[in-house]
């Protein structure tokens, strides 16, 4: 007997977890849908030579067993509430029980890159491309990722080919645009983006292609007309096309940074984090607007919620701020929190974390005045906190190890 196949449904799941299915490409119940242009009537349509029809956006379905649903749900629940093992665990689940559940190896591949293992993230890309080969999320996160380890010319050669063997999908030409776009020619890249919309008018990553375009490009001002369109629209006749879109919001928060309107971008960063809470790049520009503020109390749990979701992106950030400036002083405190609060540090072990925060603190303290006012009020305590952790560690590997237990005369039998 066939097992029977449901479409992805997410009942209670938080907003979070929602907005992440939707990344993903799973339909749930309550999302905001775009009004649709109307369609000619089929028999007008049939009428019409196959040459000048409009074409039809391939759209990939999601379905998954029950089985696979459930686990897939609870992964991207425990990724909400940044659970990395257990997310991974669930999406691993989830693809074993139904080797169908391809929007499952996008979520696992996710939650690898968080974890450094990229080489583990593209290889989990590629599965759920080799099931669903023009499925959108696999192919904007696989483009993503090889554009962040700076492999733009792979990057490149992925889009291509895959423009050639699916030329019609909307999903395809937008991640083309998303590389061309890197690459720094923006003419063409706004071109195979609004081809993009023609395929699929309401493919919404491709409309954020188009604003990412602009805003790299230094056009500020059309940068942020499109993303006005996607997430506030323009009047009842024009409404919002994706009003809870966390990447166009973080690129509008950027784009305010830029134009130096404070609240407006802490707006919009508190918004990204309340539906993507695993968008690191919010918590760390919403953590160095309230240290600048002084306010380190509010910044310390951004920094350490980001730390659980990927740890290596947040010191990379802050050392490069570190050596880019030596003597900014809320970098060397940042640094310390990283070091003192994450587990698992890449590169070095438990103690050598802690010797670092403590250098780190005791760096701060030497360009303290440099600080804003208010910023690392407690990093004394800190630092005494460091020193204990380290004094336990110590005489936890100092403690001799119990002897083990006689075995009794005559042995175990």
């Known amino acids: 007997m066939q097992t029977e196949r449901v479409r992805c449904r997410w009942g209670q799941l938080p907003l979070a977890a929602l907005v992440f299915a939707a990344a993903l490409g799973c339909s749930h119940a309550g999302r905001d849908k775009a009004p649709r242009a109307a369609r000619p009537e089929p028999a ?33 629940a425990a990724f909400a509430k940044a659970d990395l093992k257990g997310a991974s665990e669930q999406f691993s689940r989830a693809f074993a029980t139904d080797p169908a559940a391809f929007p499952a190896m996008v979520g696992l591949g996710i939650v690898q890159e968080r974890r450094g293992e990229l080489a583990k993230a593209l290889d989990s890309y590629g599965m759920a ?24 010319s792979d990057a490149e050669t992925f889009a291509r080919d895959a423009a050639a063997k699916y030329p019609d999908s909307a999903a395809v030409l937008a991640a083309l645009a998303e590389v061309v776009s890197a690459r720094g020619d923006s003419a063409n890249a706004q071109l195979l983006a609004q081809k993009a919309l023609k395929k699929d008018p309401d493919y919404r990553p491709a409309m954020v292609t188009l604003a990412r375009d602009h805003y790299r490009a230094h056009r500020l001002d059309l940068a942020l007309y499109t993303l006005t369109a996607i997430l506030d629209g323009y009047g009842q006749e024009n409404p919002p096309r994706d009003k809870n879109n966390a990447d166009a919001r973080l690129l509008r928060a950027s784009i305010y940074r830029e134009q130096n309107k404070r609240k407006a ?23 160095a607007y309230m240290l600048e503020a002084g306010n380190a109390a509010d910044a310390r749990p951004l920094l350490e919620t980001a ?107």
């Open 44 to 76: 007008a349509e049939e009428a019409r030579p196959r040459s000048e029809r409009p074409a039809e956006p391939r759209r990939t379905k999601v379905e998954m067993s029950p089985e696979a649903a459930s686990a897939y749900a609870a992964g991207m």
């Open 307 to 413: 730390l659980e979701y990927d740890p290596t992106n947040v010191l990379d950030h802050l050392n490069w701020v570190s050596r880019k400036d030596d003597s900014m002083a809320q970098a060397h405190y940042n640094i310390g929190l990283v070091y003192l609060f994450s587990s698992n540090v890449p590169g070095v072990t438990d103690e050598q974390a802690i010797d670092k925060a403590i250098e780190s603190f005791e760096r701060f303290k030497k360009l303290q005045p440099r600080a804003a006012r208010g910023a690392g009020d407690d990093v004394d305590d800190l630092i005494a906190r460091a020193r204990n952790k380290k004094a336990i560690m110590e005489a936890l590997k100092d403690q001799p190890r119990e002897p083990a237990a006689e075995q009794p005369a005559g042995g175990a039998g």
């Open 265 to 287: 971008a802490m707006d919009e960063l508190k918004t990204v984090i309340d539906l993507r809470p695993d968008l690191v790049d919010a918590r760390l520009q919403l953590a």
């Open 129 to 152: 491309l080799s099931i669903a080969p023009d499925y959108g999320p696999a192919l904007s996160a696989k483009v993503r990722l090889l554009l962040g380890m700076g492999r733009i």
